[in-house]
């Protein structure tokens, strides 16, 4: 049987129990204890230094959709670290069939979920009803918000300071 080569998309997310999501698949609501670093990390996507191989990291992901609960379909990585005045959280998204990949949308707070994309969720209160939300698709474009009452109410004309970047490897 012949496989196909898999595309490795990789994003890295500049932004605490830490939700992350990824194109329709889920990692349950975790703590996560980031690595902590003084190595500079360049947000380019790329997660080629070597605080990378050591960081906190996911990969229990489970599908949103189209089959709620399943295990996710692609192998999927979310990587956790700490500098001094930042968390960074970079992500290796592998894809069987990269030419399905979508990434078109590149204006600020369009709905990505339309694109391929991730999602990390923080709760910065620690009250498991309140976060912050990043999205970023493979092109490194930006949607962010803020939730409250367990979701059922968002803001997304917050507008967060924070640095994204996707790309396809």
């Given at each position: 049987i012949m496989k196909r080569p898999q595309s490795l998309l990789r994003l890295a997310l500049l932004g605490a129990s830490l939700s992350i999501l990824?194109?329709?698949g889920v990692a349950a609501a975790q703590e996560i204890r980031p690595l902590k670093t003084s190595e500079a990390i360049v947000i380019d996507g790329r997660l080629n230094e070597p605080a990378w191989s050591q960081a906190a990291t996911v990969t229990d992901f489970i599908q949103l959709k189209p089959e709620?609960?399943?295990t996710a379909a692609y192998e999927t990585e979310a990587?956790?670290?700490l500098a001094v005045d930042r968390l960074i959280i970079g992500f290796l998204c592998r894809d069987p069939?990269?030419?399905r990949i979508t990434a078109r949308l590149t204006r600020r707070d369009s709905a990505?979920?339309?694109d391929d994309c991730v999602c990390?969720?923080?709760d910065t209160f620690f009250d498991r009803r309140t976060a912050y939300y990043f999205f970023t698709n493979p092109l490194g474009t930006q949607?962010?918000?803020?939730?409250s009452e367990n979701g059922w109410v968002g803001d997304d004309t917050w507008d967060g300071e924070w640095r994204s970047a996707?790309?396809?490897?």
């Open positions: 990824t194109s329709w709620r609960g399943q990587r956790v670290l069939e990269p030419e990505l979920t339309e990390v969720g923080l949607e962010d918000g803020r939730l996707g790309v396809r490897i």
